[in-house]
């Protein structure tokens, strides 16, 4: 974030005498050792102002004020109105301190890019925070992106960020949390609406009639630009009303929330599943969300994928393997594709079945 040292020091209001440059040295140093008579807020202000000194020993000195600061003070001044580069600077002072990151996450002042970098923190309980902030969800395309290739988003909050993106309907298996944040400060979120599906392109809707292979690679190609070019808020939208070729990008997306919202396409059939579960290149998350889907459990050519898929979760692929036709159990049992329990476990139901 660019700083602007002028409008830092307007926002101080009166107590910009104790960090104006113009200020003497002397009595800018006393102010950096944090000992002021202010409310906070204002302290916290006013050291942030002066780590923008001009003079080194100043900046060094206000930095040092800021480490020594009591709890109680700091911890009120995160709740405040502070100046958002201000923010901005605490989060990334603050950033091994899961505690006030929660604060500054609930802070309505808080910036869009700072709120973007808490997303990219390694803290479940502050992803939980920031994936509930619906205003911030809209406001900021990149939010998604953060949170879906953050490897500590749980699927649960993947499930509803896609509920509140109109993919999946009250079905969301994440905790309930903390009460939503205060309205924000800054831009209101633009408008959104799950079902208008109107911004993307007609041929990605529709299934194609030219199944040709230079057809199919035409496409693909020119499908793989256009998502290049998308948010995840869009991708998640063409993963709701694209077609299969869309669906078959998308489940391989690196973003764990597009590729959660391919496999959950409502327009998903029961083939392009099956392919999912024997596919190596989709992610563990699509598979561990294929496994635990009953409907599509109950095919046998969806047992029989996810029991022989090396990057299947293990347990899944073990238990599964209890529904196998012997011929299939002696194929695994003989097979170097799978892991080494699967093909182990294969032999010994087939053990005690008495067929070898």
Known sequence: MIVD????????GAAR???????????????ARGALPLPPEQIVSVLFALTLDPEPE???????????????VLDTALGASLHPT???????RLREDEARLKAISLNPATPDDT??????????????????????????PGLCDILGENPVTS??????VLEFLGLM???STAPEGPEPPPPEVGEPAPPFDPDDYSSLPEDLLEEPVDTSQDAVEERSKSLTSLLLAMNVVQKVKLARFGNQEARGLLVRDRNRIVASAAIRSPKLG????????????????????????GEWTRNYQVQLALATNPRAPLPAAMKFLNYLTDRDLKIIMRSRDVPGPVSIQARRILSRKGKV
């Open 155 to 160: 699927q649960g909050t993947i499930d509803r």
């Open 169 to 171: 309907r009250g079905d």
């Open 17 to 31: 005498r104790f960090a104006d440059p113009q200020a003497p040295l002397k009595a800018r140093m006393m102010a």
């Open 86 to 92: 201000a923010l901005a600077f605490l989060a990334e």
């Open 58 to 72: 100043v900046q060094t000195r206000a930095l040092q004020s800021f480490d020594e600061l009591p709890e109680r």
């Open 5 to 12: 040292p002028g409008a830092v020091l307007e926002s101080l």
């Open 115 to 140: 709120f973007c970098y808490l997303a990219s923190l390694p803290f479940p309980p502050l992803i939980d925070i920031v994936s509930r902030n619906q205003t911030r969800l809209l406001r900021c």
């Open 270 to 293: 029961d083939n392009e599943v099956v392919q999912f579960a024997k596919s190596r290149s989709v992610s563990d998350d699509v598979l561990r969300i294929i496994a635990s889907t």
